[in-house]
């Protein structure tokens, strides 16, 4: 088998070779067998930096009734 061929299962919670269940149902390819048993630890990761750059975006968007930006609120 080949480096890169490697996916995690949403279906089943497992790892998988490329010859698993269809593409809506995993995540990957990764480079081997345990980053694809990290797969939801990655996304979880990745879901938790987006939503902190949102929240600082969405804060500078707010504007005062002038029309200047207002201070993020933390």
Request: net charge negative; charged share 40%; proline share 5%.
């Amino acid at each position: 088998m080949s480096e890169g061929d490697w996916y995690y299962c949403l279906k089943h919670h497992h790892v998988e070779p490329f010859e698993g269940c269809k593409a809506a149902d995993r995540l990957g390819p990764y480079d081997n067998a345990l980053d694809a048993s990290h797969a939801l630890e990655r996304v979880a990761e990745r879901n938790q930096e987006w939503d902190g750059e949102d929240e600082e975006e969405e804060a500078w968007e707010v504007a005062d009734d002038d029309g200047w930006p207002q201070d993020p609120v933390r």
